[in-house]
């Protein structure tokens, strides 16, 4: 019985990991990574392994599927789950999945051709346009306890882990509304426009949706794991986890009417998502200095990692 697709994936990322990123077969020599995205609907982790290309210093993966009339499911899954987990040799880090748009795609497109040039036939057998996909690496890591975070430092201690955390989702939403305002007063090279107004754009979009992500992820840690731990350990604690869990579900409702701005993508209200964004940033910087003056004493006596791990 010939192996099945999901089978022969599998096994070339057992391969990969096992030897330190080197894999036989049909992919022996070449350039390969693992990627790892969230299911579209699913919710669960998928890795496949993807040849890719390194152009004008940037990380990049075409969503070719061989040539298919469809995109692969990665890339599906990518677009409502930007936040992705890349393996290169032996390293490993998340990375926000940007496909580009415009001249940009051309433009790298045909960089990836020159590098690999079966990319072209793939192209030349469909009538879909290959997806040049961007794999920016901010120097992220995978959130461990309490949530997604960028370490400049290595983290001691509990606290330390939280103020990671925080400060990249800072640094993520200045981003976001730098772009968001360059875009709008046509600075970034709009793609199309939305009632007169420049479109937000694809990496605008994939840069909401990964802060969002990233946020989920860090208050549903807190949420599940660090408050109810806290509230065991100092119950003086209560009243103020109480009020921090009712600013999650705050800031919350404010993300999610993000989400739904640019889910459809051609039909986003530009001024509608900056005025949202806006919300969204006081509501978000409020809590989390509030976070910070209330917890951080008692974190820095928590070592982190945890012992044991």
Same mark, same amino acid.
């Given at each position: 019985?010939p192996?099945?697709s999901? %089978?022969?994936?599998?096994? &070339?990322v057992?391969?990969f990991r096992?030897?330190g990123?080197?894999?036989?077969?049909?992919?022996?020599g070449g350039d390969?990574?693992l990627?790892? /995205?969230v299911?579209? !609907?699913?919710g669960r982790?998928?890795?496949?392994p993807l040849?890719? &290309?390194?152009?004008?210093g940037l990380?990049?993966?075409v969503?070719?599927?061989?040539g298919?009339?469809?995109h692969?499911?990665?890339y599906?899954?990518?677009?409502?789950?930007p936040l992705v987990?890349v393996e290169l040799g032996t #390293?490993?880090?998340?990375a /926000?999945?940007?496909p580009a748009?415009g $001249?940009r !795609?051309?433009?790298?497109? #045909?960089?990836?051709?020159?590098?690999?040039?079966?990319? @072209?036939?793939?192209q030349?057998?469909t009538a879909r346009?290959?997806?040049?996909?961007?794999?920016?690496h901010?120097?992220a890591g995978? @959130?461990?306890?309490?949530g997604?975070g960028a370490?400049? !430092?290595e983290?001691?201690?509990?606290a330390?882990k939280?103020?990671?955390?925080?400060?990249?989702?800072?640094?993520?939403?200045?981003?976001?509304?730098?772009e968001?305002? *360059?875009?709008?007063?046509?600075?970034?090279g709009?793609s199309g %426009? &939305? @009632?007169g107004a420049p *479109?937000l754009?694809?990496q605008?979009r994939?840069?909401?949706?990964?802060?969002?992500? @990233?946020? /989920?992820?860090?208050? /549903?840690g807190? $949420?599940?794991?660090?408050f109810p731990?806290?509230a065991r350990s100092?119950?003086e604690l !209560?009243? &103020?986890?109480e009020q921090l869990?009712?600013?999650?579900?705050?800031?919350?409702?404010?993300?999610?009417?993000?989400?739904a701005?640019?889910?459809?993508l051609?039909s986003a209200e530009p001024?509608?998502?900056?005025a949202?964004?806006?919300?969204?940033?006081?509501e978000l910087?409020?809590?989390? *200095?509030?976070e910070?003056?209330?917890?951080l004493?008692?974190?820095?006596?928590?070592?982190?990692p945890?012992?044991g791990?």
């Amino acid at each position: 019985m010939p192996m099945s697709s999901l %089978s022969f994936n599998q096994a &070339v990322v057992e391969e990969f990991r096992a030897r330190g990123g080197r894999v036989g077969g049909p992919f022996e020599g070449g350039d390969l990574l693992l990627l790892t /995205t969230v299911g579209e !609907r699913s919710g669960r982790e998928h890795t496949v392994p993807l040849g890719f &290309v390194r152009a004008d210093g940037l990380l990049l993966v075409v969503a070719s599927a061989a040539g298919a009339p469809e995109h692969p499911q990665w890339y599906r899954n990518l677009l409502a789950h930007p936040l992705v987990r890349v393996e290169l040799g032996t #390293e490993v880090f998340d990375a /926000t999945a940007v496909p580009a748009e415009g $001249d940009r !795609r051309e433009r790298l497109f #045909e960089a990836v051709v020159r590098s690999a040039p079966g990319y @072209g036939d793939y192209q030349r057998n469909t009538a879909r346009l290959l997806p040049v996909v961007v794999l920016e690496h901010p120097g992220a890591g995978a @959130g461990t306890g309490a949530g997604v975070g960028a370490p400049a !430092r290595e983290a001691a201690s509990l606290a330390d882990k939280l103020l990671e955390v925080h400060d990249w989702l800072r640094a993520q939403l200045r981003q976001l509304r730098a772009e968001t305002e *360059a875009q709008l007063a046509g600075g970034a090279g709009s793609s199309g %426009s &939305v @009632g007169g107004a420049p *479109a937000l754009g694809l990496q605008i979009r994939q840069h909401c949706l990964a802060f969002c992500q @990233g946020l /989920t992820v860090h208050h /549903t840690g807190e $949420d599940r794991g660090v408050f109810p731990a806290l509230a065991r350990s100092r119950p003086e604690l !209560r009243g &103020v986890l109480e009020q921090l869990a009712e600013e999650h579900r705050t800031v919350a409702r404010l993300k999610d009417e993000l989400v739904a701005l640019v889910s459809g993508l051609d039909s986003a209200e530009p001024e509608a998502f900056r005025a949202a964004l806006a919300r969204t940033a006081d509501e978000l910087e409020a809590h989390l *200095a509030h976070e910070e003056q209330e917890l951080l004493p008692a974190l820095a006596g928590i070592p982190f990692p945890p012992p044991g791990r």
